[in-house]
């Protein structure tokens, strides 16, 4: 054994514990915190200890994990574990959907619905089409509907969120916690069945930290969710959708927002078709590693006027060919953003009409949670940022002409 040479000028003071320097502490994996801890001098099993009080039990409170030490605990709390978000409120709609709004330490607020399914057509807009995933005991089942970033960079038009822009990403730890606190908000007989990315944001435009919330959500350690009961959706960025693919070896349900069968209406609504125009779209969805018997979720939403024409409807069964599909139908949500509504009853259900005539499943997505603004694209946090914006868009034009 060498000896390190003894300093002179006596003793020093001792300087405690080293403080645990780690970068959103409840978005770390098993193996990421047992690196941190070994560096520290603590038990490797230590990791996995505090991986389940966080990510199985859902404790994000150090004085509560009883068999840690009490020094172990406060260097936990010294270094910045704890709850991501503050539930504000909880809004409940007739249809027994309901809204979490949460609150993060910066005051960024996240919105994220439970979503009872109780018809076909809510079946169908999760994860996952087939039964024969681990069974699930005989409970009823809930979508959560989680979101990725506070606003978002995408731009548009009918979404309320796209119209707000991005205000920032939302780090794992925030993402998977919307999970774990609105677990506590399910009835005794609800079963969280169905996980989608579908709340605000674009989930691919912030893929480091999507990817390792699906990462912490599936950890046997932890939740241990089923990726073919998550499912991400974008509104069809490339690179990302690729990488999603290589990365979870297509076991996540892909959801892709389409809205549009050609690029001329599409560019009128989707900036990002520009970048990336739907044959190159459609040729990376026949890519996508998709396992036997899933398919792709098609979103349409349908905007009066604009992309939902019995042309459109045949235009799309025709770019779908040869893609395991289902499209799920959105009449559009109003948004205090935009003039732009929904078709009449009448077109939704010939376009409906158009593409089951054609082989397609098709569902109309009925409305949930509208009077609690928890729809598609509804999501109230994100009209208040638009309103904000204006605002702030309002001031620069008044400071420019003075
Ligand atoms: N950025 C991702 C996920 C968020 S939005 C995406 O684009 O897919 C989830 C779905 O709601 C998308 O299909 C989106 O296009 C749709 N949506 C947005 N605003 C809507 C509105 N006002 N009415 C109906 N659907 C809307």
Known sequence: MTRLPIPEGGTHPDPGPEPLNIEDPVGRLPAEWQAALTALGERPFRAKQLFRWL????????????DLSVPF??????????APFRVETVHESKDGTRKLVLVAKDGARVESVIIPMTDLSDADAGASDDEDDEPLAA??????????????AMGCVFCASGQAGLVRGLRASEIV???????RYLRPDEQLSNLVYMGMGEPLHHYEQTARSVRLLTHPEGLGMSPRR??????GLIPGIERLGRDFAGKLGLAVSVHAPNDETRDKIIPMNKRYP????MRALRAYPLPKRRRITIEYTLIDGVNDAPSHARELSTILRGIPSKINLIPMNPITASELRAPKSEAVRQFQDILANAGYSCFVRTRRGDEVSAACGQLAMADDLVRKKREREELRAIAKKS
């Open 177 to 183: 916690s919307q999970v774990y606190l609105a677990k």
């Open 55 to 66: 990510h199985q039990r859902a404790e994000f409170d150090p004085e509560k994990m009883s």
């Open 278 to 281: 739907i044959a190159e779209l």
């Open 139 to 152: 409970k009823s089942r809930v979508t959560l509907c989680i979101s990725t970033q506070f606003g978002c």
């Open 73 to 82: 605990r406060a260097r936990l709390q010294e270094a910045g574990v704890g």
């Open 230 to 235: 998550i499912t991400i959706s974008t509104v």
